[in-house]
Every structure is written in C-alpha cells, then in structure tokens.
C-alpha cells in the first residue's frame, strides 16, 4: 500500500523557520515528479512548491517564492521543503504529493489533478 507521511509541522512565530519532510513507502518515487500544497482555514487547497524526478528543476508559488525551498533525496524516497521567514498567512495544512506515472524530460506539476497519491497532511500554524 502506498502511504505518503508528512512530519514537521508545528506552531512557530513569524519570521521563523521549520523544516517538512515527506516519506513515501510502498513504491518508489525516485522517477517521479512530486510537490507540496497546502490548504489555509476557510480556503481551497492551493499549490505550493513542486519539484521534478532528479530535483534539478522545482518550481514555487508566488506567494512562498524566495522563501520556501523543495528538495528531494530519491535514495530516502522522500521530498522536504524548508520554509523560511514565515508569515501568519502561511498558516495552512500543508500536504505532499506524488504522481504515479515516471516523468519524462524535467517536468513539474503544479496542478491538484496532476497528482495521484497525497498524505494527510500536516499543520503549520504561525503566530504574529
């Protein structure tokens, strides 16, 4: 059974930082593109930062570019991404995914639809 866990949420104040990581198991995902979103109170779920098999090509959202980074180690079948200098608007659930088919070239997704497997998710709350 495939299972995407993410960790390292929690309450952190503004400005500072936390780290999230996401293990899959069940297959590998190493030739796999993958990504975070996140969904804020009383919001749809929105895209957040996606990143391609080799972790060479990534791509974020407007609102977290600059601040956040996606990485991935296909060796730990995992994906992470450091966020820095948060705001309180960055309060959310902040969710991995993984798509199911092997990608070609160095594609990203930033589409909900683009991805197969998701976690459950984990909260990110910051205070002002």
């Known amino acids: 059974q495939v299972q995407l866990v993410e960790s390292g949420g929690g309450l952190v104040q503004a400005g500072g930082s936390l780290r999230l990581s996401c293990a899959a198991s069940?297959?590998?995902?190493?030739?796999?593109?993958m990504g975070w979103f996140r969904r804020a109170p009383g919001k749809e779920r929105e895209f957040v930062s996606a990143i391609n098999w080799g972790g060479g090509g990534t791509y974020s959202a407007d609102s977290v570019k600059g601040r956040f980074t996606i990485s991935r180690n296909n060796a730990a079948n995992a994906v992470y991404l450091q966020m820095s200098s948060l705001k309180p608007e960055d309060t959310a659930v902040y969710y991995c995914?993984?798509?199911?088919?092997?990608?070609?070239?160095?594609?990203?997704?930033?589409?909900?639809?683009?991805?197969?497997?998701w976690g459950q998710g984990t909260q990110v709350t910051v205070s002002s």
């Open positions: 995914a993984a798509r199911a088919t092997v990608s070609r070239g160095g594609s990203f997704y930033t589409g909900e639809s683009d991805y197969d497997y």
């Open positions: 069940g297959r590998s995902f190493s030739n796999c593109a």
